[in-house]
């Protein structure tokens, strides 16, 4: 059955449907009032019959009787009879029950819409002496043929304007496909004719508006398909020239990478492009992995992790995802069309695939990836975000952690004229969980053998919806960037002291560089941390060593206000920062950390014995404790 005998066929249900319960309406509307007009019709008749038989010269039976007959000679009333006071009938008047020759409706419809036997009695009285009962009922003849006329009369005007509206459905359905076979026809002949590489020549245009999108539609679709169809020209072309496919993993190769990389960078008209992000992740022990394990082994490990990230990225992007190994140990992927938050999610999910393939090498423990993700715009340099991508790679290294190093292309800005949508995304979902109050506190036992009883909190972001929430490290950097790492530290606080106020132990929090630098964060912290004093003494703020080298007096003024308060201070990742030993006194921490590297150097370098040793020293002069078995 075609689309438009399906339309009708919808159309005249739809209008029958509606013509029933019109004609159910309608009748039953009538019969309700037919009902009471015989109802009152025979109270209106029993009164003054009752009220004429009252009367002294009315009294007489035989003028009693006379009145009755009168009455019921009017043809109106099937039963009349008149009953003194005990119930005994003195004048009775009915007729019989044979065929009425005036009823005109058929006996189906009687018995299918049946009227009422409408009843009425009144007494008649001398005075206060009761002489009798009146009791009529009327005939419900003259109203049931009324009902029927009407019935007729409703259902052949219910019946002509359905067949009118199904005459005119049926017209307007012949033109419409009529006028839809030309214009596509015609559409589609032309496209047909076009030589290849050619646009569309003209076509009369459509009178309605409706065939006008239509007839857009056609010509869009024509130049996708041509787009489509030199692009695809060109990468046969590409692949012909070169196998794009690592002969490992069997995933794409560095040069398929940097090629898709750069067509999406390289818009091929003004206003065209994609935009979108791209992640790299390395396997920074692959060297000890292949010391430890046979080749093949490591092969085949390489193969299963690239098969599983390659199911995650199908399972978010689509059967079009791919994954590229760039070399040994760097992997890649590009995420187009995909503001921040969603990149995130998906960079989380495959670093949660990576974490859970790490492999053991002895006692050095788990093998280590570093993952990173920057974004790009259409019309920037391919040499920029790659870049931004080696500088990503190593930020990550030099922290450590194991969470996504996100960069954006802030750098770029002037080039390219604003960061556009993924700047948006971020601003966007930062503001409704700072006004939502979508943010929590994850909280987990401190690792450091210095810091027994302490517990990390960590800030994270949940969105609703998300199937997972968002770390600190993950969603804080474009906070600094967007100038709300401030508003989300006092989160990071508010919920920090709330734990603290149902949670014994001291609680350890970290906070940006970023935040400090504002004097309203400082403000506000301080009012914070005022209204619970005994929350604030078993309170630590985590700082990076980098802030007390690079912004020495605001760092200092920070810790002078926490000591006001009570909440003592730690610094992290010393070892990187060793010019801080300079500035220790003047902020006195509760504790440094010393990241691994430099405990691993001191094996093979003095240098690093005698830096080691300068901080031990210089952290027993102040009261510090060393953590020596922290990371970052």
């Keep these: 059955m075609s689309l438009l005998r399906q339309l009708l066929l919808s159309v005249t249900l739809a209008i029958l449907v509606i013509l029933a319960g ?88 009687s018995h299918l819409l049946p009227l009422e036997r409408h009843e009425a009695q009144r007494q008649v009285t001398n005075g206060w002496t009761q002489l009798g009962v009146v009791r009529l009922q009327a005939d419900d003849a003259y109203a049931r043929n009324a009902l029927w006329a009407n019935t007729v009369r409703i259902v052949l005007l219910t019946l002509g304007a359905g067949v009118l509206w199904g005459l005119f459905v049926l017209v307007l359905m012949r033109w419409l496909r009529q006028a839809l076979q030309d214009d596509v026809t015609a559409r589609v002949q032309a496209m047909a004719d076009a030589a290849a590489g ?44 070169e196998l794009n496919q690592d002969e490992v993993t069997g995933l794409a190769n560095r040069k398929y990478f940097i090629n898709e990389l750069r067509r999406m960078l390289e818009p091929s008209a003004p206003d065209q492009g994609v935009d979108g992000h791209v992640m790299l992740f390395r396997q ?67 670093g949660e695939i990576l974490q859970a393939q790490r492999i053991q090498l002895g006692q050095a423990g788990l093998c280590r990836w570093r993952m990173v993700l920057t974004d790009f715009e259409p019309g920037e340099p391919l040499g920029d975000v790659l870049s931004r991508l080696d500088e990503a790679l190593m930020r990550a290294e030099s922290a450590g952690h194991t969470d996504v190093e996100y960069l954006p292309g802030e750098d770029l800005r002037s080039l390219t004229g604003g960061r556009g ?17 979508w943010f929590a506190l994850a909280t987990r036992r401190d690792p450091s053998a210095a810091s027994e009883g302490r517990t990390l909190g960590l800030l994270t972001l949940h969105e609703p919806g998300a199937s997972e929430p968002l770390s600190g490290y993950l969603f804080m950097p474009p906070a600094v960037r967007l100038g709300l790492s401030a508003a989300c530290d006092l989160q990071a606080v508010g919920l920090g002291l709330g734990w603290l106020r149902t949670h014994p132990g001291d609680l350890v929090l970290r906070v940006s560089l970023a935040s400090i630098l504002h004097e ?32 020495r007096a605001q760092v200092v003024a920070f810790a002078a206000m926490l000591r006001e308060h009570g909440v003592r201070l730690g610094l992290r990742r010393f070892a990187e920062q060793p ?21 691993a150097a001191q094996a093979d370098s003095p240098g690093a014995r005698r830096l080691l040793a300068a901080v031990l020293d210089t952290a027993r002069e102040i009261g510090a404790v060393a953590d020596l078995s922290a990371g970052s």
């Design 22 to 109: 019109a004609i159910i309406v309608s009748v039953g509307s009538a019969r309700q009032y037919l009902d009471a007009q015989l109802q009152g019709q025979s109270d209106a008749t029993a009164t003054s019959l009752a009220l004429t038989l009252s009367q002294p010269s009315n009294q007489d039976p035989t003028v009693r009787e006379l009145l009755i007959s009168v009455l019921f000679d009017s043809g109106q009333f099937r039963v009349i009879e008149f009953l003194d006071p005990t119930g005994r009938i003195l004048t009775r008047r009915q007729k019989e029950d044979g065929r009425d020759s005036r009823i005109a409706a058929p006996d189906w419809f």
């Design 198 to 241: 050619d646009d569309l020549p003209p076509v009369r245009h459509p009178a309605m508006v409706e065939l006008r999108e239509v007839a857009r539609i056609i010509t869009r679709t024509h130049e996708q398909v041509r787009a489509t169809a030199a692009e695809r020209q060109s990468r046969i072309e590409s692949l012909e020239l």
């Design 284 to 350: 920074c022990d692959l060297q000890a992995v292949n010391q430890t394990m046979s080749r093949q082994v490591v092969d085949r490990w390489l193969r299963n992790m690239g098969r599983l990230v390659l199911e995650v990225l199908r399972e978010r992007l689509g059967p079009q995802a791919w994954l590229a190994r760039l070399n040994g140990s760097d992997f890649a992927f590009v995420l187009p069309m995909m503001p921040g938050p969603m990149a995130v999610r998906v960079a989380q999910a495959v």
């Design 421 to 437: 949508g993924g700047e948006q995304a971020w601003r966007t979902l930062l503001r409704n969980a700072l006004d939502e109050d």
């Design 520 to 551: 309203e964060f400082r403000g506000e912290l301080a009012g914070l941390l005022a209204e619970m004093p005994d929350q604030s003494a078993r309170l630590l703020i985590d700082l990076d060593a980098y802030g007390l080298v690079a912004q």
């Design 579 to 599: 010019e801080a030993l300079l500035y220790l006194h003047e902020i006195r921490p509760e504790y440094l950390r010393v990241s691994g590297t430099l405990l």
